[in-house]
């Protein structure tokens, strides 16, 4: 772990700031009364995502292209880091009406 | 897909008939009975479903249903209880009920894919009666703010659940 951090700020030393990624933030998105919110977010890949259910009912976020499928319970928050660049749509599946896109940035 | 949108039709109609035919809109005692009730109903056939359908998708459907129904009816007696409210039934209930334990019945003598597909043929066409007498009747009809509001989210989970069982059914076919 030091050692690969190490690395990472020797080679920002000698790439230049152009190849260190941007610091990974954490966005949060809400599931509430059945309304997912906001109902499209942009983020970086390496950011995190807090999936946040308020509702009493288990929902889930599930990538159209299949990229993720995070399943909620009820009151509950699961949190995920994101992998892979796309604009990616994503719905619940207990719950269809319930879509929203995320936009994620290489 | 013909006799699948009579029976909606038929179940709308009854469902908007019956309170109709009281003259009066429903009131609130009212409303949370028949709201109660429906719950129940898709409940009682979920659990029909468990036991009787083969397809893993159409019991993973009802296990949903189940979950779903039974969190929204526990709100929807919480609400009453804080609202003192005491549920009334009433003639959209008792329709509602006989209807529902004659299709019971009538499911119950089918079994393998045709079960299958009959159940979840009924789960879209009874969310979509349901869903209409929400919209232009009970929720409409509802005078407390949080009764209201329990219908509206109510609405949304079951248009999920009316989805949710086109996909299923689509993919029976």
Redesign the interface.
């Known amino acids: 772990m030091r050692t690969g951090t190490c690395l990472a700020v020797v080679a920002a030393l000698m790439f230049g700031a152009t190849a260190v990624p941007a610091h990974a933030a954490t966005l949060q998105i809400v599931m509430e009364?059945?309304?997912v919110s906001p109902a499209e977010v942009s983020a970086r890949v390496g950011d995190t995502v807090e999936w946040i259910n308020k509702d009493?009912?288990?929902h889930t976020a599930t990538a159209r292209n299949g990229d993720f499928d995070v399943t909620l319970a009820?009151k509950k928050t699961v949190t995920s880091v994101l992998t892979k660049a796309g604009t990616v749509e994503y719905y619940?599946?207990?719950?269809?009406?319930?879509k929203a896109v995320l936009k994620i940035a290489p | 897909m013909f006799v699948r949108l009579t029976a909606a039709a038929a179940a709308l109609s009854l469902l908007t008939g019956a309170a109709l035919a009281q003259g009066a809109k429903p009131t609130d005692p009212q409303i949370a009975h028949i709201a109660y009730t429906a719950g129940v109903i898709d409940i009682t056939a979920a659990k029909q479903a468990i036991s009787k359908a083969s397809n893993k998708d159409v019991k993973a459907f009802a296990e949903d249903m189940i979950r779903d129904h039974e969190a929204v009816n526990k709100q929807a007696l919480d609400l009453v209880k804080k609202l003192k409210v005491t549920p009334e039934d009433n003639d959209t209930s008792k329709t509602l009920s006989k209807q529902a334990s004659d299709k019971l019945a009538e499911l119950g003598k089918l079994s393998g894919a045709a079960y299958d597909k009959a159940y979840v043929a009924n789960e879209v066409a009874y969310h979509k009666a349901v869903n209409g007498a929400l919209e232009t009747q009970l929720i409409p009809s509802a005078s407390n703010a949080e009764l209201k509001g329990l219908l509206q989210t109510g609405l949304k989970i079951f248009q999920g659940h009316q989805q949710h069982a086109e996909h299923v059914a689509a993919e029976l076919k």
């Open positions: 009364n059945l309304v009493v009912f288990a009820p619940c599946r207990y719950h269809p009406n319930m």
